[in-house]
């Protein structure tokens, strides 16, 4: 049996796809799908970048810049957010569905079926940031799909508010589709599928805390 991929089929009828991928004996269009979601990834985030959301340390010290500066500074701030989301297209793609392999032994063209549709809702999550940004002038860690804004009322602690921050309904969705699919794969028990499931998610939400983090001091060190 085979199964063809698609980056939106899977959330139409899940169950039934989720069956068919477990009894495919070969994927097909696996690459070019990753290929795609690697594009949207890019169109996203060069997007969002674009529109001047995380700039803020360059948006300050603008007034300072000649017009030729700011524009290099700015072109530059694109071109990093654009390899930020290669890098992070790659490793959403290929390090869960590695490690998941080693744990499981489902067969690893299947794991990266299951990281394409998480890369997908991620990069919806991503969406719904810019109009937080434009019209309420929320930043992506105190958006209301995330618990950064009620860790905003209980702390002053930058790294505990991204933490919370990059832990969102759509991040407690990625979980239980995660769980879902690698128990529709395998007969494994759901608690050890959520306790690890939920380590890497801790493990994503620490590090992208750290980066937020030190992403302030670097660029004050190279802006201000």
């Given at each position: 049996?085979?199964?063809?991929?698609?980056?939106?089929?899977?959330?139409?009828?899940?169950?039934?796809?989720?069956?068919?991928?477990?009894?495919?004996e070969k994927i097909h269009n696996l690459w070019k799908t990753t290929l795609l979601i690697v594009l949207l990834s890019l169109l996203v985030y060069g997007w969002m970048s674009y529109l001047g959301m995380g700039s803020d340390l360059i948006s300050r010290n603008a007034a300072s810049m000649s017009a030729i500066q700011y524009e290099i500074t700015k072109?530059?701030?694109?071109?990093?957010?654009?390899?930020?989301?290669?890098?992070?297209?790659?490793f959403v793609?290929?390090?869960?569905?590695?490690?998941?392999?080693?744990?499981?032994?489902?067969?690893y063209k299947k794991l990266l079926v299951m990281q394409q549709a998480v890369l997908l809702v991620m990069l919806v999550e991503r969406l719904t940031w810019i109009?937080?940004?434009?019209?309420?002038?929320?930043?992506?860690?105190?958006?209301?799909?995330?618990f950064g804004i009620i860790?905003?009322?209980?702390?002053?602690?930058?790294?505990?508010?991204?933490?919370?921050?990059?832990?969102?309904?759509?991040?407690?969705?990625?979980?239980?589709?995660?769980?879902?699919?690698?128990?529709?794969?395998?007969?494994?028990s759901k608690k050890w599928l959520w306790a690890n499931v939920f380590i890497l998610h801790i493990l994503y939400?620490?590090?992208?805390?750290?980066?937020s983090y030190s992403d302030t001091f670097i660029l004050s060190g190279w802006f201000e």
């Open positions: 049996m085979s199964y063809y991929g698609s980056l939106f089929k899977i959330f139409f009828s899940m169950e039934d796809h989720l069956f068919r991928i477990r009894k495919a072109a530059g701030f694109i071109i990093g957010r654009l390899l930020y989301a290669l890098l992070l297209s790659a793609l290929f390090v869960p569905s590695l490690l998941f392999h080693l744990l499981t032994n489902i067969p109009p937080l940004m434009l019209l309420s002038g929320l930043d992506w860690y105190v958006s209301p799909f995330s860790a905003s009322y209980f702390t002053d602690n930058a790294w505990l508010i991204f933490f919370f921050g990059a832990i969102s309904l759509f991040q407690l969705w990625i979980m239980w589709f995660q769980v879902k699919f690698l128990s529709t794969m395998a007969a494994i939400w620490c590090m992208a805390a750290l980066f």
